[in-house]
C-alpha cells in the first residue's frame, strides 16, 4: 500500500521527511508521481484527480489538507469513500490567534484610527473594556471553540451558535441565529461553506446587529454577499470588517475592498495547516483505520462538512 500527497509541494517535503522517519513502511509520493496507481490506499489533498476510481482504483481514505472541504466535489466521489478533514492542533492556534488579533483590533477601534491617520485626525473614541463588549461567533467546532478560549481570558461577553447544540463553559450558546445576532457587537464567521450557508452575511443578517457592529469573516468569501457589506459600512450599521477570504482569491484589480478605509483584508492566512502537526494527525487516523477503529474528522456527506 502506499500514500500520495497532492498539494503544495513544498510543505509536501516536509510530509515527505515525516514519513520516511516514521512510516519507512508506508511508501509516500509526491504528486504527480504516484508509483503503482493500484498500490495507492491514502491520497492527502487539496484537489483530487478528477476521476478517482479510475485513478486509483483501491483508495481507502481521501485526506483533505484543510480544515474545509467545501473545495471537493462530495457529490462525486465514491460514496464508499472516507473523506477526512484536517483536524490538528497548529491549524487550530492560528485561527485562534488570527481571530483575538482580529477581535482586539475592531474593538479598539484600530481600523478607524488608522483612517484617522491617513488624514492627520488625532481625534480620540471612548474607550471600553472587554468586559463591555459582546462578541458572537458563528459556528462552534474545533476552530470556533479555540477561539472562544483565546477570547475568555479578555473578559468579553461570548455568544456562539451552531446548527448542533453544543454546552461551552463561559459562552452563552443560542439555538436560533436570530436570537444572537442582537448580542454580536464583534461578529466572527466560522461557519463550514455549505448550500445553506452560501450567503449568509447579507443585509438581512447585518441588519440584525447592533448598529455600528464589526464583522470577521475567516471562513470562505462564499458566505459573504460583498454589496451588501459595502451598503452596511456605507450606512454605519457596520462599522467595521476584517476578511481573511474573497470569492474569487484575490478580488481581482479596482475591487473596492482593496481600498475601503473600513475593510482590513488579510490574502486568506487567518490557519493554515502546519506540516509537522498535520502528519502527526494523519499518523493518529492511519493507526486508527489499522486498528478498525472510528476516523477523527469524517465528513458528513449530507451536512457537506
Not at 162 to 167: D, Y
Not at 232 to 259: C, I, N, T, Y
Request: charged share 20%.
Amino acid at each position: 500500500m502506499a500514500f500520495v500527497y497532492k498539494a503544495d509541494p513544498a510543505r509536501g517535503e516536509v510530509w515527505k521527511r515525516h514519513f520516511a522517519e516514521r512510516r519507512p513502511d508506508l511508501p509516500f509520493h509526491l504528486w504527480p508521481e504516484t508509483g503503482d496507481p493500484a498500490q495507492v490506499r491514502y491520497l492527502c489533498a487539496w484537489m483530487p484527480p478528477d476521476d478517482i476510481p479510475g485513478t486509483f482504483p483501491n483508495l481507502e481514505i481521501l485526506f483533505s489538507v484543510g480544515a474545509g472541504v467545501d473545495q471537493l466535489p462530495l457529490d462525486t466521489l465514491p460514496p464508499s469513500l472516507p473523506v477526512v478533514r484536517m483536524i490538528e492542533e497548529g491549524l487550530t492556534a492560528g485561527m485562534a490567534e488570527y481571530c483575538a488579533a482580529a477581535v482586539l483590533a475592531l474593538h479598539r477601534d484600530l481600523p478607524l484610527y488608522r483612517e484617522r491617520q491617513a488624514r492627520g485626525d488625532w481625534t480620540a473614541e471612548p474607550v471600553r473594556l472587554a468586559a463591555q463588549r459582546s462578541v458572537g461567533v458563528m459556528g462552534l467546532g474545533v476552530l470556533g471553540q479555540a477561539v472562544l478560549a483565546a477570547l475568555r481570558p479578555f473578559g468579553f461577553r461570548l455568544h456562539g451558535w451552531n446548527r448542533s447544540p453544543r454546552a461551552i463553559a463561559g459562552v452563552t450558546v443560542h439555538e436560533r441565529l436570530e436570537a444572537m445576532l442582537p448580542q454580536a457587537e464583534i461578529l466572527i464567521c466560522l461557519l463550514p461553506l455549505t448550500e445553506q450557508t452560501r450567503g449568509i452575511l447579507d443585509a438581512r443578517l447585518f441588519g440584525m446587529l447592533p448598529r455600528g457592529a464589526r464583522i470577521v469573516n475567516a471562513a470562505r468569501g462564499g458566505h459573504l454577499v460583498e454589496a451588501d457589506l459595502l451598503a452596511a459600512l456605507e450606512s454605519g450599521q457596520l462599522a467595521a470588517a476584517v476578511l481573511d477570504v474573497a470569492e474569487p482569491e484575490p478580488p481581482p484589480p479596482g475591487h473596492p475592498f482593496w481600498a475601503h478605509p473600513r475593510i482590513w483584508l488579510t490574502p486568506h492566512i487567518a490557519s493554515m495547516t502546519q506540516p509537522e502537526t498535520a502528519v502527526e494527525a494523519v499518523f493518529a487516523n492511519l493507526e486508527r483505520h489499522a486498528r478498525g477503529e472510528p476516523l477523527v474528522g469524517v465528513v458528513e456527506r449530507g451536512k457537506g462538512y
